[in-house]
């Protein structure tokens, strides 16, 4: 039985969405995971609602299938919920004729795309069901305590279950009124912070002191019998941070991410973190049950899950590694297969590479010459152990491997890697790539066998996927300075042997050469972008940032430099992305005259964060006339001067426009989709 699973929400044009985020695609064989991907991997807009063409096109390729031999698709969603958003869809386009409720929307979006019709074959899974089974369907625990938390979804915030028998019996359920996640999600808007930036927050927190806000915030909620609590209601909890002077000061855009922000991320979290106990631990004393399961967005604060796991109230914890609603693709299609009585193997996950693979080595060996004279590459033998060395000697790499990982960590195939030690790497790391805050930490990785000798696990043993915070043994916090953050925590990965093989080696090499099992891993990819997928992306990153080397399965990548690369870039190939387009507009300055503006942005209601970038009308001139064919210099005409150089390469970093080189085919995914053998990662089935 091959069954479908998707997120998504109906736009195809516009990204944004009333009801959804981080569309995605599931394929599962007999409740094997066969293939599995965001959308926003492969559109390469960051959080995108649209409808999951790409990742369903890629699933059925990786399974050398058509839409037509699928069996079930299931949607993440109620049924009444996409009837609702299609009807607010029509109401705001006056002109559109009426497309029938959800279910005839959607066939007509399959239609159009694949040209199959599926409405007999549409099921509609409940939001926070769909949540459930993402987790107890692959936590392979016989029975166990299920909690969701999020922001909304189907009108409740929250769901708690019981889950044995490979059936989930809800006993509790949370209403919007009752979100964490929302609330959380306010919290974070008023600190400056934009949306999907709840993480930041979470960040943040332990550079505060949670009692300067605690009061204030413990008079934003009570707690009540029964694992239940209550909210005050949005007037007053407005009032009261009004009264507090938390609006003035939160708001202000200049002021930097310390002291009083800080201060009230971390009363924001000690209030959710408090909550969340409150309705957990209820469920574990009353419930029975010895193993939870958790899933999302709200599972996603590790922070909170890693105070769970000091309780001592559950044997095993499973935290969904996709607990965002980009997961909720996968837990619909296990919520079929039940509903079809179809066996499911209830193996535990062993990981979640599931996304495109690179290709094979003859293919990625042709890709990277097709770079030259960009990056020159060599073949290594021993990749893992020369890889250490390069890490061991401070450096810096972007480390592609395989098939990406599914769900919103890079856990060793799309990861960007540095020696753990020196603390300066944090902040080294940020300038040459991410840009991002310098509050924010860095996980470690390291070796399953070792992980007791650096880190806390409170009892449990085995952290796969970077879902838990835990403590740093205290001795141990000096030594990873890079990871180690400011409360003494870090979001650890345990690596072994069976999960990925490649990786475990690398982190061997690397300790037999410093002493240390641990890596620096952060995800493949700069502030602008999704994580890396293909090969292309992996070049583009490097060559836009500081990373010092880069591995791609078993090449070793060098750069030239930046006038090097400023000179034969003429040579390579401009496009620019679907989401982003040119604008101009006049204006009238000070002494009357008029004056045409040109830049190029992104849409302003994407939730890849609206930007502009105004451009001189010699780099507008070269965008208009970016075709994905010619290349720069058979566009301009003429040599570049300096400023134009400079203008163009900051439109790269940024992701407004993008390069390749002249002889290579467009669409460097659906050519290994079209060409290379089938290379199915199946967790339950391998």
């Known amino acids: 039985?091959?069954?479908?699973?998707?997120?998504?929400?109906?736009?195809?044009?516009?990204?944004?969405?009333?009801?959804?985020?981080?569309?995605?695609?599931?394929?599962?064989?007999?409740?094997?995971?066969?293939?599995?991907?965001?959308?926003e991997r492969l559109t390469r807009v960051k959080h995108t609602a649209a409808f999951p063409a790409e990742a369903i096109r890629y699933c059925l390729a990786e399974a050398r299938t058509t839409l037509a031999s699928v069996d079930q698709i299931a949607v993440n969603g109620a049924e009444k919920t996409f009837d609702l958003e299609v009807y607010?869809?029509?109401?705001?386009?006056?002109?559109?004729?009426?497309?029938?409720?959800?279910?005839?929307?959607?066939?007509?979006?399959?239609?159009?795309?694949?040209?199959?019709?599926?409405?007999?074959?549409?099921?509609?899974?409940?939001?926070?069901?769909?949540?459930?089974?993402?987790?107890?369907?692959?936590?392979?625990?016989?029975?166990?305590?299920?909690?969701?938390?999020?922001?909304?979804?189907?009108?409740?915030?929250?769901?708690?279950?019981i889950g044995r028998d490979q059936t989930l019996t809800p006993i509790a359920q949370y209403s919007v009124r009752?979100?964490?996640?929302?609330?959380?999600?306010?919290?974070?808007?008023?600190?400056?912070?934009?949306?999907f930036d709840e993480y930041k927050v979470m960040g943040l927190a332990p550079w505060g002191n949670p009692e300067r806000f605690g009061a204030l915030f413990r008079s934003l909620y009570t707690l009540l019998e029964g694992g239940r609590y209550r909210f005050a209601d949005t007037p007053t909890v407005k009032q009261r941070l009004q009264n507090a002077g938390i609006l003035e000061i939160a708001r202000r855009s200049s002021d930097s991410f310390t002291g009083v922000k800080a201060d009230i991320a971390a009363a924001l979290q000690k209030m959710t973190e408090d909550i969340c106990l409150h309705m957990i631990g209820h469920h574990a004393r009353t419930s029975g049950q010895q193993n939870l399961c958790l899933a999302g967005g709200v599972a996603h604060?590790?922070?909170?899950?890693?105070?769970?796991?000091?309780?001592?109230?559950?044997?095993?914890?499973?935290?969904?590694?996709?607990?965002?609603?980009?997961g909720g693709a996968l837990g619909a299609a296990l919520w079929i297969h039940r509903q079809a009585n179809v066996p499911h193997n209830s193996a535990p996950l062993k990981h979640v590479y599931w996304g495109p693979h690179l290709g094979s080595h003859e293919q990625i060996e042709a890709r990277l010459k097709e770079w030259s004279p960009l990056v020159s590459s060599e073949v290594v033998a021993d990749i893992a152990g020369r890889a250490a060395q390069l890490l061991a000697e401070g450096h810096v790499i972007g480390w592609a491997q395989g098939r990406s990982e599914f769900g919103p960590r890079a856990l060793g195939n799309r990861s960007i890697l540095a020696d753990p030690r020196p603390a300066a790497n944090t902040s080294r790391i940020n300038a040459m790539i991410k840009k991002r805050e310098a509050f924010r930490p860095f996980a470690p990785a390291v070796r399953q066998e070792a992980f007791s000798e650096y880190f806390d696990g409170a009892g449990y043993e085995r952290f796969p996927y970077m879902t838990v915070v835990l403590d740093v043994l205290e001795?141990?916090?000096?030594?990873?300075?890079?990871?180690?953050?400011?409360?003494?925590?870090?979001?650890?990965?345990?690596?072994?042997?069976?999960?990925?093989?490649?990786?475990?080696d690398l982190l061997l090499n690397f300790e037999q050469l410093t002493g240390v099992p641990i890596l620096l891993n952060t995800s493949f990819n700069n502030h602008a972008e999704p994580i890396v997928q293909t090969v292309d992306e992996a070049v583009a990153c490097f060559l836009t940032s500081g990373l010092d080397y880069l591995v791609v399965g078993r090449c070793l990548v060098s750069k030239v430099s930046l006038s090097e690369l400023k000179t034969a870039l003429p040579g390579f190939v401009p496009s620019i992305p679907s989401h982003w387009h040119l604008l101009q507009w006049s204006s009238v300055e000070a002494a009357g005259e008029q004056r045409l503006h040109t830049a190029i942005e992104t849409n302003p209601a994407s939730p890849d964060h609206h930007r502009r970038y105004e451009v001189t009308p010699e780099v507008f001139r070269i965008l208009q006339n970016s075709d994905g064919r010619k290349t720069l210099s058979s566009i301009v005409g003429h040599p570049l001067s300096e400023a134009a150089q400079l203008e163009l390469f900051h439109l790269w970093t940024e992701r407004g426009i993008l390069f390749r080189p002249h002889q290579a085919k467009w669409d460097p995914l659906q050519e290994h989709w079209e060409s290379s053998d089938r290379l199915v990662a199946v967790q339950q089935c391998r």
């Open 1 to 39: 039985m091959l069954t479908l699973g998707i997120n998504s929400s109906f736009h195809l044009l516009r990204e944004d969405s009333a009801f959804g985020h981080d569309a995605a695609a599931v394929l599962l064989e007999d409740g094997c995971i066969v293939a599995a991907v965001e959308e």
């Open 88 to 161: 607010l869809y029509f109401l705001a386009h006056p002109g559109m004729s009426w497309p029938g409720g959800g279910r005839d929307f959607l066939n007509q979006l399959f239609s159009q795309h694949f040209g199959a019709a599926v409405r007999s074959r549409l099921s509609f899974c409940d939001h926070h069901i769909a949540h459930a089974w993402s987790a107890f369907g692959c936590s392979g625990f016989p029975q166990s305590l299920v909690i969701t938390l999020d922001g909304a979804g189907d009108d409740k915030a929250g769901t708690v279950l």
């Open 178 to 195: 009752e979100s964490i996640g929302m609330t959380y999600w306010f919290i974070t808007q008023l600190l400056g912070f934009r949306h």
């Open 301 to 326: 604060n590790c922070s909170m899950v890693g105070k769970i796991s000091k309780t001592g109230w559950f044997r095993e914890i499973f935290v969904q590694p996709a607990a965002h609603d980009g």
């Open 475 to 504: 001795n141990k916090r000096k030594l990873l300075g890079a990871v180690t953050h400011v409360d003494g925590t870090a979001r650890v990965q345990t690596v072994s042997r069976d999960e990925n093989a490649l990786f475990y």
